[in-house]
Every structure is written in C-alpha cells, then in structure tokens.
C-alpha cells in the first residue's frame, strides 16, 4: 500500500513541467525561446539577469518551479557580479537590487510550498538587503511577506506587526492597499472578529478591481468564503468560492484554484453530500499536487478521507488517510513554528545586538584614544623640554632656507591653479555646449511633431502620451491629412536619447516623403515606401553592424499607421511591430501588424492592409511597447499589456482628457522609484 501512494505522489509531481508549459500562448513560448536565447548567448551578466527577470514574468504563475530555478540562476549571477574585484559602487548596487528581488521571489514560491523555514531564510535576506539599500518599496514588500508567513501559521498577532510594518514603507496606491486589507483581513478572521474582517476584504476587492488584480481578488474572495462557512453560511460560502475560482483562472493561478476547490469539497461534506464533497477535492488534490502545494494537498486528503469513511468505502478511506499523514509529517507545522520564531528572534537580535556592539565598540574607542592621546601629550613635553635648546640653534639657519623654498612652491602652486581653473573653465564650457545641443536637438524634435492646433483640426477628439526617457527620444507621433482622409501614426525608433532621436528625424522625413512627394494614402503603401526611403539613406553610411553568428544589428523604427476616411468612418491599418487596440463598447478587438520593421531585414515582404467600419464613439489606440514593458509594481514586474488593455476597457467611458490623465497615473504609480525603461509613446482617438 505505501509503495502504491509513493508512486502516486510521484506520477503527479511528473506532470507538473509538461502542464506548466502547456499553459502558455504561442507567443509566450516564442518570447522564451528569445529570452534563453539571450541567456545561454556571451552578453554581458546583467543583461542576462534581465531576461532571466522577464522570463520569470512569463511563468511566474503557471510554473512555481521553474520560478525558483531561475531566481536561484539570477542569484548565482548577482554573487559572481559581487565578488568582482574591480566593483564600483553603482554597480554594487544594481547587483544587491537583482538579489533583493529573487530572494523575495523564492521566498514568495516557499509560502505557497508551505516550507515556512526556507521562506523566513529567503525574505529576511532580502529585507537586509533593502535596508542597506534604503529600498523603502522593496522592504514594505518582504516585511508583507514575512507577515503571510505568519498568518498561513495562524499566528494572527505576530502577522499584523508585521504588515502594520509594511505600510510604514510602502507607496500610497491601489496595489498596496488590495494586499494590506487583505492580509489584515486574514488575521482578523484568525482572531475570530468575521465583522471586521468582511471589512477588509470588501476594501480589498475594490482596490484589486481598480487595477485588475484577479490574483489577489481570488485570494480576497476565498477568504471572504472562509468567513461565510466559518459562520455556518455554506451556501454563501460556496458561492464565493466558485468567484474565486473564476477570477483565479483569468491568471492561471492553479494553487489557489486548488485550495478553493477544496474548500467546495468541504462545504459539501458539511451539508453531507459527500459524493459531491470527493468530486471537488480530488480535483482539488490533482491540482495542488501539480504545482506542489503541501497544505492543500494535506487538507484535501483529509476532507477525502472523512468523506470516503462516511459511504463506508474503507480501503478508500485509508489510503487518503495515510497520504494525509504523509503530508502532514512533510509539513511538521508545530516544530516549524518553534524553529520559525526562534530563526525570526535571532533575526531581530542579531540586528539589535550588532547595533549595540558597534556603539559600545566605539565608545571604547573613543577612551582608548583619550588615553593614548593624553600619554602622547606628556611625552611631546618632555621632548619639546630637552629638545627646545637644539630647535632654537636650527630654527635661525632654517627660517631663511625655508622662506626660499616657499616662494619657490608658491610660484608653482599659482602656476598648476592657474592650469587646472583653465582646464576647468574649458570642461564646462563644452558641457554647456553639449546640452545646448541636445536641448536644440529636443526643440528641432518637437518642431517635427505636429502641433496641438492640426491635432485639434483634424482629430478633436484625441490625446497623447508622450514621455521621453531622455531629453530626446526615438519614439514620435505624425499626421498628414489629404482631402477627406486624415493619415496618423505612431512610431518607435531604434535606440532612445540622441540616437534614437536622430534615427526618428530620418524616419519622420520619409514618411512625409511617401505622402507628400510620392502621392501615396494607402497605408501598406505608405510604409513600402518608408521603407525603401530609410533603408536607402542608411546604406549611405556604414549604419549596419555585422555581429556574431552572421546576423546584423539595423536602424529602422517601428510603427502603427491608420488612415481614416472622416465620409464613411472606414479605418484602413498597416503596422511594423506594432499593432492596434479598437474599442467598440466593451469590446476591445486588436489588429495585428506584420512582424516585420521599417529597416533592413532577413526576410523583406510587402506590408498587409487591414480594414475596418467605424460607427461614432468608437475609440483608436495606437502604441509602442514603452509603457507594457516599464518595471515596477511591489514585485518590481513588468506593466504588460493585458493590464493596459484592462486600464482601456475599464476607461472607455471617460472624457479623453481624464483617459490621459488616468493612464500617466498608472504609469507613475506602477514605475514608483525605479527607472523609466524606454520612451513611451500611446495615441487615442475617438471617432
């Protein structure tokens, strides 16, 4: 019998990789060919630590195990970065940032795991790290996690320090009120306060809905069934367990489905239907040992064995009986805890008691340098005693030489001042030079972009947001009009800053050239001839970089270009890279480009055309991928576009000046203190 469920526990463990993997879109395993790609290529460390970051992005939900493979491969590579001895402190610093977060990271999966120890280990390494760093989003993110710890302990008091600590460092925003409430929300329900504990979760729900979090919505949503079922309100339980279960699988969030699941199955064994009650927690007990999740394994098969015992079906009751006690000793919560706290004291001392020792140690300093000083003091008067008749003998014959080798230096120090202040002068007047350049360059920018006065005329109904990573950029918007049709675009050049901002006025000129000098309206003619134009000015120069393995680095831009016929409201679309969102009511359909730049390329092919029939109101969003890939959240993720096209859907009905304002809120609020990542570039137009 034992060796029959060790090799069930097993099969279901195999599983695991092939249906984390079966999960993902064709164009995430194409964006993970390309990202490990870059990881096995000889870049430079941090650029591998980049991809392995936005790998994790990818399978961090569907792929627990994966998720901890990679940060430990982000780790290994931070460590190797740290030992560096030639190490500057900026890049210090870039490295402890990259390990902060992947600890964080494993500590998250640990939770889930329920290997509480490992996850203590993890997170509290990581709030070092932010510490020393002055990290404030980074520690309200591991003092957060460390209070989950707690609360899946059921040690509610010790889970509320430590979020109460969390919100002393966190940012002001939805994100970070959702998870607060919730989690404060779980320790009340734990102290048995249900009233104040459907409070928090009703903050919690309206939060995470504000900005599309269906992961924490799912989590707020099971508790809320917790309570229910804790009061004896099983239906109402039920309920709110299937709402979890459905916002859990808009992300593919398989270990919280697993627990739901299980809850069903015990609200059923409740009301006993218990055939019902082993329906959902074998389903339950499929899922969690998928993605390995000890305590809905645990529990699960205890609610199986109770319900099997019930119909009188023995043998089956006594294999899940002892796959529960297998999890059970697996987990050994009560010695976990004792470790557990004990590890989170020596933490906390450790931290105190190296405080102190510095304080004392320089105290100790401090009177053992009063002493030596005192001692130094009498023994320099009594060798300015015995010594003072022989200085004054001295003293005559070196004041003369002395006074010569002063006016010496003095002539040569006057000298090498007057060098460096020229030196100086000449320094910042080319930095002066150069900034007055590159500000000219933004105003010889600016003046390419069409002005708020045409946008008015021909698109009243629009609005831009347009915000350079540096004083300059490589992504721009256009629009020409000719007769009835109003031809509009929006573009992403190679590069950013200067370069970007030169390759942008070549590509700008060529667009105008296709309209204006070659007569053209047709938008995948339009950018045939773009094309040809930008490619011809660069073959002039020596733009083209052959890099290893044959392959060519190549200027060019990407774009997104409509022309709109205002008689019939027929909208014609070519894109390079980029597509487009169309927003017809609540429905948000997406015209794809082809894959393909404006620029040198292996395989050149004609650009496609696409149309379609507007009706009035119907919303236009053109795009490059600044926004959905900018860092930041309090897991430092990339943005992403399916929460833009969330924010769009959920913005539809306002005016376009608050959609404008709506999207750079999310946008600041998401990049917090970290690093703008790319120029951004989002066009709207209403019809």
């Avoid at 897991?635 to 859907?649: N, P, R, S, T, V």
Wanted: aromatic fraction near 12%; proline fraction near 1%; glycine fraction near 6%.
């Amino acid at each position: 019998m034992w060796q029959q469920l060790k090799k069930y526990v097993l099969t279901m463990a195999l599983c695991q990789c092939c249906y984390a993997y079966s999960q993902m879109s064709a164009e995430e395993l194409r964006a993970v060919d390309s990202l490990k790609k870059v990881t096995e290529s000889d870049v430079h460390d941090t650029l591998k630590i980049i991809a392995y970051m936005n790998w994790d992005n990818i399978i961090y939900i569907n792929n627990p195990e994966l998720d901890v493979e990679i940060n430990e491969k982000i780790l290994n590579l931070s460590d190797a970065g740290l030992k560096k001895s030639n190490i500057g402190s900026r890049e210090r610093k870039v490295y402890l940032g990259y390990k902060g977060m992947a600890l964080n990271n494993i500590g998250l999966v640990f939770i889930d795991y329920g290997n509480y120890i490992d996850a203590l280990k993890s997170l509290q390494e990581s709030l070092q790290i932010a510490e020393y760093m002055k990290d404030s989003s980074r520690q309200a993110s591991a003092l957060n996690n460390i209070g989950m710890i707690y609360d899946h302990l059921r040690i509610p008091e010790k889970a509320l320090e430590y979020y109460d600590m969390s919100m002393n460092f966190t940012r002001y925003d939805a994100d970070s009120y959702a998870t607060y409430y919730n989690n404060v929300g779980l320790c009340y329900y734990e102290m048995g306060d249900y009233e104040k504990a459907l409070d928090c979760y009703n903050k919690s729900i309206i939060y995470a809905d504000s900005i599309s979090d269906f992961d924490g919505k799912g989590n707020t949503l099971s508790n809320i069934g917790l309570v229910y079922k804790a009061e004896g309100k099983i239906d109402s339980a039920i309920l709110y367990f299937n709402l979890s279960i459905e916002s859990y699988l808009k992300v593919n969030q398989h270990i919280g489905t697993a627990h739901s699941l299980k809850n069903i199955g015990s609200c059923y064994y409740e009301f006993n239907e218990f055939e019902k009650s082993i329906e959902f927690c074998e389903r339950a007990l499929s899922a969690a040992t998928k993605w390995k999740a000890l305590m809905a394994q645990k529990e699960s098969c205890d609610c199986l064995y109770r319900s099997y015992k019930k119909i009188g079906k023995l043998n089956q009751a006594l294999t899940y009986h002892e796959l529960y006690m297998y999890y059970r000793d697996s987990l050994d919560n009560t010695n976990k805890n004792k470790e557990l706290i004990k590890l989170d004291f020596q933490f906390n001392y450790s931290r105190q008691h190296l405080k102190d020792s510095l304080e004392f140690a320089n105290q100790q300093e401090v009177q053992r340098l009063v002493y030596v000083a005192d001692i130094d003091r009498k023994k320099n008067l009594q060798y300015i005693l015995f010594a003072g008749i022989g200085v004054l003998i001295i003293v005559g014959g070196l004041i003369f030489r002395s006074y010569q080798l002063k006016k010496k230096d003095n002539e040569i120090i006057a000298q090498q001042k007057y060098e460096v202040e020229s030196q100086k002068e000449i320094v910042e007047e080319k930095n002066k030079e150069i900034t007055d350049s590159i500000n000219y360059a933004k105003r010889i920018q600016e003046a390419i972009l069409p002005n708020q006065d045409l946008f008015r005329k021909y698109l009243p109904n629009s609005f831009i947001l347009y915000k350079p990573k540096d004083i300059v950029a490589g992504d721009f918007y256009w629009l020409e009009h000719v007769d009835e049709k109003i031809i509009f675009a929006v573009a992403d050049c190679t590069g950013h800053g200067v370069p970007g901002a030169m390759v942008s006025v070549v590509c700008h000129n060529a667009l105008n050239r296709a309209v204006k000098e070659f007569g053209l309206i047709e938008p995948d003619k339009i950018l045939n001839k773009t094309r040809d134009l930008v490619i011809e000015t660069f073959e002039k120069g020596d733009s083209v970089k052959t890099i290893k393995n044959g392959d060519v680095i190549r200027d060019g831009m990407d774009i997104a270009l409509c022309v709109l016929n205002t008689k019939t409201l027929e909208l014609e679309f070519s894109g390079a890279n980029n597509g487009l969102y169309h927003l017809h009511g609540e429905e948000l359909s997406e015209l794809l480009p082809d894959k393909q730049p404006i620029g040198k390329y292996a395989e050149v092919r004609s650009f496609n055309s696409q149309k379609i029939k507007l009706t009035k109101g119907d919303l236009i969003y053109l795009y490059t991928d600044g926004y959905a890939d900018q860092f930041g959240g309090i897991h430092g993720k990339k943005f992403k576009y399916k929460q833009l096209k969330e924010i769009l859907k959920n913005n539809a009905t306002l005016k376009l000046t608050e959609q404008l304002d709506s999207l750079d809120v999310a946008f600041e609020n998401w990049k917090g203190n970290l690093e703008q990542v790319d120029d951004v570039c989002l066009m709207g137009v209403r019809v």
